[in-house]
């Protein structure tokens, strides 16, 4: 190992002190438990030959499969460190946290991963995403995130909704920034550099992207559509070609916006309608109302609720066996999901769309500076 390495080594084990005296503070909260071998995770991470920079990983109470952490090793570059706090029963959302961003209850299922991310605990949380229990903790803490159903990162367990329908959660990865999510997903697909290849690139010459037509209005009170023209004109400008699909009003619906994603790249579609990516407008995210299912079967309050919600297709992208990313913009608590079908080249095209977004649509730097990793910000 070169002095160099040794010295940074040094400085990320105080960091890694730092980070458990932050989840001590938040045990019995966002934080369930602190890892056992934590010391012995350690060595290891100072033995190896990797170089990158050190990796802090939460893993989500319930639901994520023991191979995940087999595959982010110390000789990795990554420590686990923390038991994440889920939502209780899976719900939406959580009533016993509170989101550190928006000051509301926080978004589920994977609501501790998120908090831990925001606190300063953890750089990398793994969930699990049935009907948005990724996608949506991110865009309400302003965080960015991957779903892998559509690459093969499934669980492996089924769940009933509460449709009655059966359905496989996807792993889930949440980040600070897009970089990390996506060197995780390469990690756990032992494909190294081909998400991050495509990152760098910003030629969209060839992607079709298609976003929902007039007629959906969000919960600030502006129409889907408008919010995402100036993005639509952004990508257009680096090559790609931008288009409008009507999609039915209640795409807040699980079961409406499901069916039509579901007809999008559906055989009958392929031919008439080649769209590569679709990109929505969602949030501000549980700020206005509550996206989950328990309140929203309720009756027409818990309807408005629901509606309010600014959960759209990422309520449904797992269920429709889709690859899809969260991109937090400037906006509190909102941003753009982006969905592809099946497969890697798919995925490489989404993670070109999501990477552009991130230059046109930044956090502001307060968020940076507030919630951005420190390297000797002990608490």
Same mark, same amino acid.
């Given at each position: 190992m070169s002095q160099r390495t040794s010295f940074e080594k040094s400085t990320e084990m105080i960091r890694l002190v730092g980070a458990l005296m932050r989840a001590q503070k938040h045990l019995s909260t966002s934080v369930v438990s602190l890892v056992g071998d934590i010391q012995e995770q350690a060595e290891r991470y100072v033995k190896s030959d990797i170089e990158r920079p050190l990796c802090l990983l939460g893993i989500k109470e319930k639901g994520v499969p023991t191979w995940v952490k087999d595959c982010l090793t110390p000789e990795k570059g990554y420590i686990h460190?923390?038991?994440?706090?889920?939502?209780?029963?899976g719900r939406a959302?959580?009533?016993?946290?509170?989101n550190p961003l928006t000051g509301k209850m926080m978004t589920g299922s994977t609501s501790g991963g998120a908090v831990n991310l925001l606190k300063g605990i953890t750089d990398i949380a793994i969930g699990t995403d049935g009907g948005g229990s990724v996608l949506g903790p991110a865009l309400a803490t302003q965080l960015f995130a991957v779903m892998g159903k559509g690459l093969g990162l499934g669980t492996g367990e089924h769940h009933?909704?509460?449709?009655?329908?059966?359905?496989?959660?996807a792993i889930g990865i949440l980040g600070r920034n897009l970089e990390e999510i996506l060197k995780t997903v390469e990690d756990l697909m032992d494909m190294p550099g081909v998400f991050l290849k495509e990152r760098q690139?910003? &030629? =969209?010459? %060839? *992607?079709?992207?298609?976003?929902?037509?007039?007629?959906?209005?969000?919960p600030d009170g502006k129409d889907m559509a408008d919010a995402l023209r100036p993005a639509a004109r952004n990508l257009e400008a680096r090559g790609a070609e931008t288009f409008e699909i009507k999609a039915p009003d209640g795409l807040w619906d699980r079961q409406q916006s499901l069916s039509w994603l579901c007809s999008i790249w559906s055989e009958k579609n392929s031919c008439e309608n080649p769209c590569d990516v679709i990109v929505t407008r969602e949030g501000?995210? &549980? =700020?206005? %109302? *509550?996206?989950?299912?328990?309140a929203g079967l309720l009756g027409e309050t818990g309807e408005l609720l629901q509606k309010s919600s600014g959960k759209y297709l990422l309520r449904s992208a797992n269920m429709a066996g889709c690859t899809a990313l969260a991109i937090p913009g400037r906006e509190l608590a909102s941003g753009y999901i982006v969905i592809c079908p099946q497969g890697v080249e798919s995925a490489k095209k989404a993670v070109k769309v999501a990477g552009c977004l991130v230059?046109?649509?930044?956090?502001?730097a307060l968020f940076e500076e507030y919630f951005g990793k420190k390297l000797f910000d002990l608490p």
């Amino acid at each position: 190992m070169s002095q160099r390495t040794s010295f940074e080594k040094s400085t990320e084990m105080i960091r890694l002190v730092g980070a458990l005296m932050r989840a001590q503070k938040h045990l019995s909260t966002s934080v369930v438990s602190l890892v056992g071998d934590i010391q012995e995770q350690a060595e290891r991470y100072v033995k190896s030959d990797i170089e990158r920079p050190l990796c802090l990983l939460g893993i989500k109470e319930k639901g994520v499969p023991t191979w995940v952490k087999d595959c982010l090793t110390p000789e990795k570059g990554y420590i686990h460190i923390t038991v994440d706090r889920m939502a209780p029963g899976g719900r939406a959302i959580d009533t016993g946290l509170i989101n550190p961003l928006t000051g509301k209850m926080m978004t589920g299922s994977t609501s501790g991963g998120a908090v831990n991310l925001l606190k300063g605990i953890t750089d990398i949380a793994i969930g699990t995403d049935g009907g948005g229990s990724v996608l949506g903790p991110a865009l309400a803490t302003q965080l960015f995130a991957v779903m892998g159903k559509g690459l093969g990162l499934g669980t492996g367990e089924h769940h009933k909704a509460t449709d009655g329908k059966w359905f496989e959660p996807a792993i889930g990865i949440l980040g600070r920034n897009l970089e990390e999510i996506l060197k995780t997903v390469e990690d756990l697909m032992d494909m190294p550099g081909v998400f991050l290849k495509e990152r760098q690139n910003k &030629d =969209l010459s %060839g *992607i079709r992207i298609g976003y929902p037509g007039p007629g959906i209005t969000l919960p600030d009170g502006k129409d889907m559509a408008d919010a995402l023209r100036p993005a639509a004109r952004n990508l257009e400008a680096r090559g790609a070609e931008t288009f409008e699909i009507k999609a039915p009003d209640g795409l807040w619906d699980r079961q409406q916006s499901l069916s039509w994603l579901c007809s999008i790249w559906s055989e009958k579609n392929s031919c008439e309608n080649p769209c590569d990516v679709i990109v929505t407008r969602e949030g501000p995210v &549980d =700020l206005f %109302g *509550i996206g989950d299912s328990v309140a929203g079967l309720l009756g027409e309050t818990g309807e408005l609720l629901q509606k309010s919600s600014g959960k759209y297709l990422l309520r449904s992208a797992n269920m429709a066996g889709c690859t899809a990313l969260a991109i937090p913009g400037r906006e509190l608590a909102s941003g753009y999901i982006v969905i592809c079908p099946q497969g890697v080249e798919s995925a490489k095209k989404a993670v070109k769309v999501a990477g552009c977004l991130v230059e046109f649509d930044e956090r502001p730097a307060l968020f940076e500076e507030y919630f951005g990793k420190k390297l000797f910000d002990l608490p």
